[in-house]
Structure formats: C-alpha cells, structure tokens
C-alpha cells in the first residue's frame, strides 16, 4: 500500500500562486508516476499534471500549461505542483494520486492511490 498526503491548498486571489505538496509513504517503490487530479462542484474530475519518479518526464493537462509545474523530491517521496497565475476556475479540490504505469497517464483509472485532497479557492 502507498499512502499519500496532501497539504498546501487555500484561498488566494486571482493572478496569486499556491504551491501543493504530496507526501507518499509505504511501499513507493511500487509507483513509477505520481499525479495531480482536480474535482470542482458539479463537475467530474480531471487530469492536471503527472511526473515520472525516475525521467522527471511530465505531461499537462492544456489548461494548466504555462502556469503550473510539477516537480518531485526523491529523497523526501514528495511532489509538488506550483501553481501560479491562478484563475477562479482553477478552484477545485485537488487530489494526489500514485501508479505504476507510465502510459494512460491523463486517466484516473490509471491510478491505483489517491490522497484525501485538499481545498484551492480562487477569488476573482
């Protein structure tokens, strides 16, 4: 099993930057690719960036490209999404997830871990 932790979220105006945290504890050498997921009220959720643990190789979803960046700390099994230039639509719980895939990425199903997500509001 694999345990993820998120942290980070809040409210921060438009324009403003958040930087989320995940922590992964366990068996972590059984995932090769970590992700983030979004969910807003009444919608489904969806894709937003996912990071390969060993290439660092990303992938984003296009509504994300050009403001946030996802980044790993091997030595702390922690991945970060920087999020900067936020919009009100970028509101949403944002969830941490872990695979060991490498392909399908912009799937959840793909995922076999999820964290408990955390909280980002953006105010226009």
């Known amino acids: 099993q694999v345990q993820l932790v998120e942290s980070g979220g809040g409210l921060v105006q438009a324009g403003g930057s958040l930087r989320l945290s995940c922590a992964a504890s366990?068996?972590?050498?059984?995932?090769?690719?970590m992700g983030w997921f979004r969910q807003a009220p009444g919608k489904e959720r969806e894709f937003v960036a996912a990071?390969?643990?060993?290439?660092?190789?990303?992938v984003y979803a296009d509504s994300v490209k050009g403001r946030f960046t996802i980044s790993r700390d091997n030595a702390k099994s922690t991945v970060y999404l920087q999020m900067n230039s936020l919009k009100p639509e970028d509101s949403a719980v944002y969830y941490c997830?872990?695979?060991?895939?490498?392909?399908?990425?912009?799937?959840?199903?793909?995922?076999?871990?999820w964290g408990q997500g955390t909280q980002v509001t953006v105010s226009s």
């Open positions: 997830a872990a695979t060991p895939r490498t392909l399908g990425l912009t799937f959840e199903s793909r995922y076999d871990y």
């Open positions: 366990g068996r972590t050498f059984s995932t090769k690719t």
């Open positions: 990071i390969n643990w060993s290439t660092s190789s990303t």
